[in-house]
């Protein structure tokens, strides 16, 4: 193989460990982004049970006012208020009705009878309060008062399950965080350390290696040492097979040029020998 072809598979082994770390990112950023949507649905769930639980408790305290009032002028001032706050609760509760979240309606089913028996309720207070029958939205009051602290004591805890449910979820996205963090952490100095490694053998044993072989023949060939090996031709296309099929033929090619000068010095003994026999005679 030839040493660019060797890059080449280096070079795309960095690819691949870069698409790797790539992958695993994209898929955390997904997963993240889930507990994010997570996190935002246990928040709007708990704002709204904390939303309706104060409407509940608002709607108490303008009933309460009407309970007290000193005359039904008075008393229909509060009214009023109150009629605003149970149309606003209402409102809130049409809303969680049509969540698209399965959990939401769920829960929203485990409460909306009792709070529209308290809707009801109050409801009827301002009705009779219009009408000026003051006593009659006390007794009301007095006799729902029981189905009220048991609905108050359910939202509230909602409210709890909520705040837990929240607080989970913030910690799974906390810890997914740290988890996620370490894992790129060691996956970078893994892939460095690796990457460092591969390249070092690869330079070693591909580059370096062979083309100091090749350097020491040449120079061992330029010094006249015409024994020196050459390794015999191969079928390979690479860069320093290249060279060495260059350097056998400059070796072939220099025995041959020293037998051509041992031929002539050969040539020119034997006639310094014949014309020195020639004088001698």
Known sequence: MSIRLRLM??????????????GLALVSLQR????????????????????????????????????????????????????????????????????????????????????????????????????????????????GREDRIRLQQTLDTLVAEAHKDLAQTQAEAAAFSEQRGRTFLIMALVSIAGILCLSAVAIMHFITRPLRHVAGTIISLSEGKLDTPVPEETDDKGEVAELWRAIARLKAHAIEAEKIVEAQREAERLQALEARQLILD
Do not use: C
């Open 9 to 22: 598979a280096l070079i795309g082994s960095f690819g691949i460990t870069a698409l790797l770390i790539t």
């Open 32 to 143: 993240y982004k889930t507990m994010m949507t997570e996190y935002g649905a246990a928040y709007e769930h708990a704002y709204d049970i904390e939303r309706i639980n104060h409407m509940v408790s608002n709607v108490v305290m303008e009933s309460r006012g009407i309970y007290l009032s000193q005359d039904t002028a008075e008393a229909r001032v509060f009214s009023h208020r109150l009629s605003h706050n149970l149309d606003e609760l209402d409102g809130l509760l049409n809303e969680w009705r049509q969540s698209k979240d399965p959990e939401e309606r769920a829960r929203y089913a485990e409460i909306e009878p009792a709070v529209r028996d308290f809707l009801t309720k109050r409801r009827d207070m301002v009705r009779l309060t219009d009408e000026g029958k003051i006593a009659q939205v006390t007794a009301l009051g007095k006799a």
